[in-house]
């Protein structure tokens, strides 16, 4: 495991890197991903605009920024991303946000289609569902666990949605961004400390 993850950091985006990538992308209408597509191109220029609103909108509570400031181990945070996952688009500008107010974090993105032996390693339910942050100890190389693709609300609303209707479809992911937006990343940053332990 600890090759994979030092190959996948080899390969690996800051935060604004990311941004950057994505972006430059756009221009060309094509999205991050092995695959093509007009869906595709189009949910990441959505995600595009989310992710500037979020950049600008979204807060650290008070009590998940104490205990940021006070973390006494070094982190590296990996987060495995496309830019046309809408999960992502919801999840890691929270977490940059986190990793932006301590000196402690180290934040790391690399793309899913690139980095296919460290998505498998962190499969949800089999699925190389994303966002996926991995929380690894500086110190010692040691995974100390993950977070994602989604917060418990979330996964639960999209849990009920498919046991009422069959399906994922568009409705479903209209009301799963109105989750994301009425919690306004509380949900992500409370769970994330929880796996952290503080």
Same mark, same amino acid.
């Given at each position: 495991?600890?090759?994979?993850?030092?190959?996948?950091?080899?390969?690996?985006?800051?935060?604004?890197?990311?941004?950057?990538?994505?972006?430059?992308?756009?221009?060309?209408?094509?999205?991050?991903?092995?695959?093509?597509?007009?869906?595709?191109?189009?949910?990441?220029?959505?995600?595009?605009?989310?992710?500037?609103?979020?950049?600008?909108?979204?807060?650290?509570?008070?009590?998940?920024?104490?205990?940021?400031?006070?973390?006494?181990?070094?982190?590296? !945070?990996?987060?495995?991303?496309?830019? !046309?996952?809408?999960?992502?688009?919801?999840?890691?500008?929270?977490?940059?946000?986190?990793?932006?107010?301590?000196?402690?974090?180290?934040?790391?993105?690399?793309?899913?289609?690139?980095?296919?032996?460290?998505?498998?390693?962190?499969?949800?339910?089999?699925?190389?569902?994303?966002?996926?942050?991995?929380?690894?100890?500086?110190?010692?190389?040691?995974?100390?666990?993950?977070?994602?693709?989604?917060?418990?609300?979330?996964?639960?609303?999209?849990?009920?949605?498919?046991?009422?209707?069959?399906?994922?479809?568009?409705?479903?992911?209209?009301?799963?961004?109105? !989750?994301?937006?009425?919690?306004?990343?509380?949900?992500?940053?409370?769970?994330?400390?929880?796996?952290?332990?503080?």
């Amino acid at each position: 495991m600890k090759t994979i993850i030092q190959n996948s950091l080899a390969n690996s985006h800051t935060y604004s890197e990311y941004r950057t990538l994505v972006s430059s992308l756009l221009k060309e209408e094509k999205s991050t991903g092995n695959e093509q597509s007009e869906d595709l191109t189009h949910y990441s220029q959505l995600n595009e605009t989310r992710m500037n609103r979020l950049d600008k909108t979204i807060k650290v509570t008070e009590e998940n920024n104490q205990k940021l400031q006070n973390l006494d181990k070094e982190y590296l !945070w990996l987060v495995i991303s496309e830019g !046309w996952c809408g999960d992502a688009a919801q999840i890691v500008p929270v977490i940059h946000k986190m990793a932006e107010l301590s000196n402690k974090i180290e934040l790391k993105i690399v793309l899913r289609d690139e980095n296919e032996a460290l998505m498998n390693l962190f499969l949800t339910n089999g699925s190389k569902s994303i966002p996926k942050l991995i929380i690894i100890d500086k110190a010692t190389s040691e995974v100390i666990g993950d977070f994602g693709p989604r917060p418990t609300g979330a996964k639960q609303l999209i849990l009920d949605y498919k046991k009422e209707h069959g399906v994922i479809d568009e409705t479903a992911k209209t009301e799963l961004q109105l !989750w994301y937006l009425h919690d306004k990343g509380v949900s992500t940053q409370n769970e994330i400390m929880e796996v952290l332990g503080v």
